[in-house]
């Protein structure tokens, strides 16, 4: 393992605004690969008792951003009802409980991804950054309006110091080895089809 290798035990994953209908705004990526890609991040925050920080943009206020998916709800429980509701505050780290919630994983590397690429994770994740944290954004469990949009933010991050990546190179770090006991809980999630 390298030195700076994000592990069950000092990361957390952060997933943003996966709303129905905020994803059906998106076009830079099939969603039903985005949605099920985001499910196995949650999958994976379970399987290693990872916390998980969710939250969500205007779910109470507006129906078009709509409630997160039900599914994180059946895979996280407690993350899901003690999800973040911002009321419209665009980057989520400057809403007060979003980012205490975040500070309470206790953990400095951070997985994220959310809807959509070039708004609600560029500016959370560049705030994170200039707090300190290390950050991977998984490209594949997030999309935006359209390609040109996503490719550009995932470049803004990355030239800011996240590491662009998707979810089978997060399972795959976090893994290790398919027979070790972290390894034997992540192999179906990373399993294609």
């Given at each position: 393992?390298?030195?700076?290798?994000?592990?069950?035990?000092?990361?957390?994953?952060?997933?943003?605004?996966?709303?129905?209908?905020?994803?059906?705004?998106?076009?830079?990526?099939?969603?039903?690969?985005?949605?099920?890609?985001?499910?196995?991040?949650?999958?994976?925050?379970?399987?290693?008792?990872m916390?998980a920080?969710?939250?969500?943009?205007?779910?109470?206020?507006?129906?078009?951003?709509?409630?997160?998916?039900?599914?994180?709800?059946?895979?996280?429980?407690?993350?899901?009802?003690?999800?973040?509701?911002?009321?419209?505050?665009?980057?989520?780290?400057?809403?007060?409980?979003?980012?205490?919630?975040?500070?309470?994983?206790?953990?400095?590397?951070?997985?994220?991804?959310?809807?959509?690429?070039?708004?609600?994770?560029?500016?959370?994740?560049?705030?994170?950054?200039?707090?300190?944290?290390?950050?991977?954004?998984?490209?594949?469990?997030?999309?935006?309006?359209?390609?040109?949009?996503?490719?550009?933010?995932?470049?803004?991050?990355?030239?800011?110091?996240?590491a662009?990546?998707?979810?089978?190179?997060?399972?795959?770090e976090?893994?290790?080895?398919?027979?070790?006991?972290?390894?034997?809980?992540?192999?179906?999630?990373?399993?294609?089809?």
């Open positions: 393992m390298h030195k700076n290798a994000f592990t069950p035990e000092n990361a957390a994953m952060v997933l943003i605004d996966h709303q129905v209908g905020t994803m059906s705004w998106t076009h830079s990526l099939d969603i039903n690969i985005v949605r099920k890609n985001a499910l196995r991040l949650a999958q994976i925050a379970k399987a290693l008792e916390p920080v969710l939250t969500s943009s205007m779910e109470d206020q507006v129906s078009f951003t709509g409630p997160l998916i039900s599914e994180l709800e059946q895979i996280l429980p407690q993350a899901f009802a003690a999800r973040i509701r911002r009321p419209g505050i665009v980057n989520a780290m400057h809403h007060e409980g979003f980012n205490k919630a975040v500070k309470a994983t206790g953990r400095k590397k951070l997985f994220v991804a959310g809807i959509t690429t070039e708004i609600c994770i560029t500016f959370p994740v560049l705030q994170m950054l200039e707090e300190g944290y290390e950050v991977q954004v998984a490209a594949d469990a997030s999309a935006s309006f359209s390609q040109l949009g996503h490719d550009l933010a995932l470049q803004r991050m990355h030239k800011a110091g996240a662009i990546v998707t979810v089978p190179q997060i399972v795959s976090l893994a290790l080895d398919w027979t070790s006991p972290n390894g034997k809980k992540l192999v179906s999630i990373i399993e294609y089809s």
